[in-house]
């Protein structure tokens, strides 16, 4: 099935088909985090949707390089190195350790390679001076250099190919230094910053004396570096569209003459209660908030999930209750898959009770869960439709289960696809491991308990774990602990 993606670059939904040079391999780059603080919900959502294009290419077939920068050195960080008094390395590493900490939360897979910006310092200083011997950079009377828009666009090429700019107002070498500014400041744009003493410590040497690169040019430098002059995929917000990516296409086949990326893709905006995220609504989350609010990295994942990525999303409290409840779903029914599917053994069972089932007519999925979600993911992954197909085989199941139509082998068979599946959405099914040391022991010793026919003793602990959150169902193949 062929797999259609919306192309930024093109405006259109095109087939993805990896570079003939590279067979099936993808280089597939996401802007990473700028670690000056801690991620809040909203990078969050691009992380979560790069994850899920990542898993997707895998699903189909396609073996993939996933590359994310960290970005440890531009204006924000600078300020707040200055306003901390700490070292450059030591604030960074601080955001950068948290934020792995989180990817891990959210279950998002690690990326293949995460390039610091710092530690490409040369490379970054080898694509000015291309620039510059190209004819298309220049240094300004600071020491600092400048891409040269007129320059760049003279010589055939295109500024704008992501989104129509206005070029009324250019005026030829107009110069914007920050590392972010807005739409209508198509102005010439930073490369290397020279020194300045708001920037303490941070600074290196370089061909045009001591200074900083900016911000595009290190996306730049670190994605040609790891992936090649030109490659498959580079995904990110769509805030990043302009200036970020534009100026990343710029510098780079300003200085290789060929193009860049084949294929852009943009994650949509994020609301959170339907406004626009701000510290003063108090509406400003990081996942590190929501956690501490009692919800966990997989309903956070889930939530983020169910939004097509070129659609704005509203991010909601309710939203993450609805998570806790969608996902409870999906538990009750693997739990059960599991039990009926699994190999009869222990005391508790015996091997007559479940005798080997040849694979009949019902040996198959319950539903057509692959193939519905295959057709919905190829589709602009659209992620409604696949958890459709998701909820649609959780209703099919159950209802076999309910009747106890379901085979020890159709039951295996069903999981075997919710795996499948499952490998793209990431957010598995509750797994036994999850329980607490400390429950699992009180379970052990309930059994002791009860072993010893001391059922005062049993009851006591039973009541416990109650009060812990936790009760036993005592099935044919022995106690089970279940979350209320
Ligand atoms: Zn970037």
Same mark, same amino acid.
């Given at each position: 099935m062929a797999l259609k993606l919306f192309n930024t670059l093109t405006r259109s939904l095109q087939e993805f088909a990896p570079s003939a040079a590279d067979a099936n391999k993808i280089g597939m780059y996401c802007c990473g985090p700028t670690v000056y603080d801690y991620a809040h919900i909203g990078n969050w959502r691009t992380f979560v949707f790069a994850d899920l294009v990542r898993r997707t290419l895998e699903f189909f077939g396609h073996e993939v390089r996933h590359v994310m920068n960290i970005t440890d050195v531009e204006d924000k960080?600078?300020?707040?190195?200055?306003?901390?008094?700490?070292? /450059?390395?030591?604030?960074?590493?601080?955001?950068? &350790?948290?934020?792995?900490? *989180?990817?891990?939360?959210?279950?998002?897979?690690?990326?293949?390679?995460?390039?610091?910006?710092?530690?490409?310092?040369?490379?970054?200083?080898?694509?000015?001076?291309?620039?510059?011997?190209?004819?298309?950079?220049?240094?300004?009377?600071?020491?600092?250099?400048?891409?040269?828009?007129?320059?760049?666009?003279?010589?055939g090429c295109t500024y704008g190919q992501l989104q129509k700019l206005n070029f009324d107002e250019l005026r030829v070498g107009e110069r914007v230094a920050a590392d972010e500014y807005d739409k209508e400041a198509v102005a010439d744009f930073a490369l290397w910053k020279a020194r300045v003493p708001a920037d303490g410590a941070v600074f290196w040497p370089s061909p045009w004396g001591?200074?900083?690169?900016?911000? %595009?040019?290190?996306?730049?430098?670190?994605?040609?570096?790891?992936?090649?002059?030109?490659?498959?995929?580079?995904?990110?917000?769509?805030?990043?569209?302009?200036? %970020?990516?534009? *100026?990343e296409i710029a510098q780079s086949e300003g200085a290789t003459g060929k193009p860049f990326v084949k294929h852009w893709l943009h994650a949509a905006h994020l609301l959170v209660e339907g406004k626009k995220m701000s510290k003063s609504l108090g509406n400003y989350f990081t996942l590190r908030d929501l956690l501490a609010n009692g919800?966990?990295?997989?309903?956070?994942?889930?939530?983020?999930?169910?939004?097509?990525?070129?659609?704005?999303?509203?991010?909601?409290?309710?939203?993450?209750?609805?998570?806790?409840?969608?996902?409870?779903?999906?538990?009750?029914?693997?739990?059960? /898959?599991?039990?009926?599917?699994?190999?009869?053994?222990?005391?508790?069972?015996?091997?007559?009770?479940?005798?080997?089932?040849?694979?009949?007519?019902?040996?198959?999925?319950? &539903?057509?869960?692959?193939?519905?979600?295959?057709?919905?993911?190829?589709? *602009?992954?659209?992620?409604?439709?696949?958890?459709?197909?998701?909820?649609?085989?959780?209703?099919?199941?159950?209802?076999?289960?309910?009747?106890?139509?379901?085979?020890?082998?159709?039951?295996?068979? &069903?999981?075997?696809?919710?795996?499948?599946? *499952?490998?793209? /959405?990431?957010?598995?099914?509750?797994?036994? &491991?999850?329980?607490?040391?400390e429950i699992e022991a009180l379970l052990e010793a309930r059994q002791a308990a009860r072993k010893a026919k001391d059922f005062k003793q049993s009851d006591a602990i039973r009541d416990e774990l109650k009060a812990k959150g936790w009760v036993i169902e005592d099935t044919p193949k022995g106690p089970k602990l279940k979350r209320f």
């Open positions: 960080i600078i300020k707040r190195v200055q306003e901390q008094k700490v070292s /450059l390395r030591e604030f960074t590493g601080r955001f950068e &350790a948290a934020f792995f900490a *989180d990817l891990k939360t959210l279950n998002c897979l690690p990326p293949h390679l995460t390039p610091r910006a710092t530690e490409h310092i040369p490379e970054i200083i080898a694509l000015i001076e291309k620039l510059i011997a190209r004819g298309v950079a220049y240094r300004a009377g600071d020491g600092s250099v400048y891409f040269s828009i007129a320059k760049y666009r003279g010589c001591e200074g900083r690169p900016g911000w %595009h040019i290190e996306c730049s430098a670190m994605s040609m570096k790891a992936l090649g002059e030109s490659f498959d995929l580079h995904l990110g917000g769509e805030d990043l569209k302009f200036p %970020h990516h534009e *100026d919800f966990t990295g997989r309903e956070v994942r889930f939530l983020l999930l169910t939004a097509h990525y070129r659609e704005t999303f509203n991010f909601t409290i309710e939203g993450l209750h609805g998570a806790k409840t969608a996902l409870a779903r999906i538990d009750e029914c693997v739990g059960k /898959l599991r039990e009926v599917g699994a190999p009869a053994s222990g005391p508790a069972r015996s091997s007559a009770a479940v005798p080997a089932q040849p694979a009949g007519p019902d040996a198959g999925a319950p &539903a057509r869960l692959v193939a519905d979600f295959s057709a919905a993911l190829a589709d *602009d992954l659209n992620i409604s439709a696949a958890w459709a197909a998701v909820f649609e085989w959780v209703r099919v199941t159950n209802k076999r289960l309910a009747e106890n139509s379901l085979t020890a082998v159709a039951a295996a068979a &069903a999981l075997a696809e919710w795996e499948k599946v *499952d490998a793209v /959405l990431g957010v598995g099914a509750r797994a036994a &491991a999850e329980i607490p040391a």
